[in-house]
Each structure stands twice: as structure tokens, then as C-alpha cells.
T-cell receptor
Framework: NAGVTQTPKFQVLKTGQSMTLQCAQD?????MYWYRQDPGMGLRLIYY???????DKGEVPNGYNVSRLNKREFSLRLESAAPSQTSVYFC????????FGPGTRLLVL | SQQGEEDPQALSIQEGENATMNCSYK?????LQWYRQNSGRGLVHLIL?????REKHSGRLRVTLDTSKKSSSLLITASRAADTASYFC???????????FGTGTKLQVIP
């Protein structure tokens, strides 16, 4: 089992560009999450999906959209990237505890 | 925000010593979890303690939970250099398995 995988590992964008962060899990979990982590801070929840076909906003959803494509995949889209979205993004899937992907480091210039 | 807060923010100890870090939270929870994050990596789950449990052990880890004080502590005994990492508490307080993370304790174990 690969667990939770994320692509890309690193990305540089210019302000205003768009991109989609991909996440997939092979553990048959219902719930999936997107977090961002800024230096010296804990994780802040962007969006979560309790089950296939449902998504809900977390603590910091502005500037992001998500798609729960199927049970395995949960993508995060930045429609118009801003420097404030420079961060490390983590995807997680849950069955009682959270299993995290390795993260995507995003730099917005 | 339901975020927990860890204390201290940073801790530096000698190898072999014990490390204790604390977590406080704001409202009733279903369970509390501790995670470790090595630099530049994703978080790894360490231990989960339910709201009706007071203490739990896993190897060199000991977690306590005091729901009356809304606090938890993580004790790492006989620390090793490999324990150097950031440690986060996470509280599960609501439906849909919503989990919120604290800001973390950065532990440095000096060989």
C-alpha cells in the first residue's frame, strides 16, 4: 500500500496562475482532508470531504476549491494564486486517525 | 477556533532524559491524538486517547488526559536523538471526524 500520495512535491507559481494539487489514498477511507502549514504554525484545515460526493469548508477555505473525484482522490485547486498561499499543503485520509501524505511545497511569487 | 495549544513551544534536552509536553483545548472532545512531524515531512500518528480514558501507553510514550482541565500531556521517556521533531496534539471535537491541530512543540534531543 502506498498510503496517501500527493503530486506535485514542489511547485512555483506566479501570482494569478492556477494549479491543482492532487491527492490519492489506497486505504479505502471515507474521509479526506486538505491542510496548509505555514512556518512555525500548526495545520489549518482548508476543506474536508466526509465521504465521496460531499465536501465542506474548513477554517481557511478562501481562494481554494476542491473536488472529491471518487473515493480515492481529493484534489485542491487554486484558481488565482496569491503570495499569501505560499505554504506547505498536506492531504490526509482518516479512519479514526489521520494518515498524511508527504506534502506539496508551493511558492507563489 | 477549536485549536489546541501546546506548551512549551520549544524544548531542548539531553539524550536519555524524559521530555514532557502539554496540550490544552477549549471544548469537549471525542478523542485527542498526538502526532510527530520530522522536518519537511508529513505528520505521523503516535497515539490516540479517548475522552473516557485517563492514561495510555505505547512503547516509550505515555499520554494522559484530564477532561476536567481540558488538557493532555505527552511524556517521552529515555529520549533519543531520533525523537527530535515537532509534536502536535489534535482534538476531535465534532461530527464528520473534524480534527483540529495545535501549533506544536519543537523537541530537540541533543546526543
Amino acid at each position: 500500500n502506498a498510503g496517501v500520495t500527493q503530486t506535485p512535491k514542489f511547485q512555483v507559481l506566479k501570482t494569478g496562475q492556477s494549479m491543482t494539487l492532487q491527492c490519492a489514498q489506497d486505504m479505502n477511507h471515507n474521509s479526506m482532508y486538505w491542510y496548509r502549514q505555514d512556518p512555525g504554525m500548526g495545520l489549518r484545515l482548508i476543506y474536508y470531504s466526509a465521504s465521496e460526493g460531499t465536501t465542506d469548508k474548513g477554517e481557511v477555505p478562501n481562494g481554494y476549491n476542491v473536488s472529491r473525484l471518487n473515493k480515492r482522490e481529493f484534489s485542491l485547486r487554486l484558481e488565482s494564486a496569491a503570495p499569501s498561499q505560499t505554504s506547505v499543503y498536506f492531504c490526509a485520509s482518516t479512519w479514526e486517525t489521520q494518515y498524511f501524505g508527504p506534502g506539496t511545497r508551493l511558492l507563489v511569487l | 477556533s477549536q485549536q489546541g495549544e501546546e506548551d512549551p513551544q520549544a524544548l531542548s534536552i539531553q539524550e536519555g532524559e524524559n521530555a514532557t509536553m502539554n496540550c490544552s483545548y477549549k471544548t469537549s472532545i471525542n478523542n485527542l491524538q498526538w502526532y510527530r512531524q520530522n522536518s519537511g515531512r508529513g505528520l505521523v500518528h503516535l497515539i490516540l486517547i479517548r475522552s473516557n480514558e485517563r492514561e495510555k501507553h505505547s512503547g516509550r510514550l505515555r499520554v494522559t488526559l484530564d477532561t476536567s482541565k481540558k488538557s493532555s500531556s505527552l511524556l517521552i521517556t529515555a529520549s533519543r536523538a531520533a525523537d527530535t521533531a515537532s509534536y502536535f496534539c489534535a482534538t476531535d471535537y465534532g461530527g464528520y471526524q473534524k480534527v483540529t491541530f495545535g501549533t506544536g512543540t519543537k523537541l530537540q534531543v541533543i546526543p
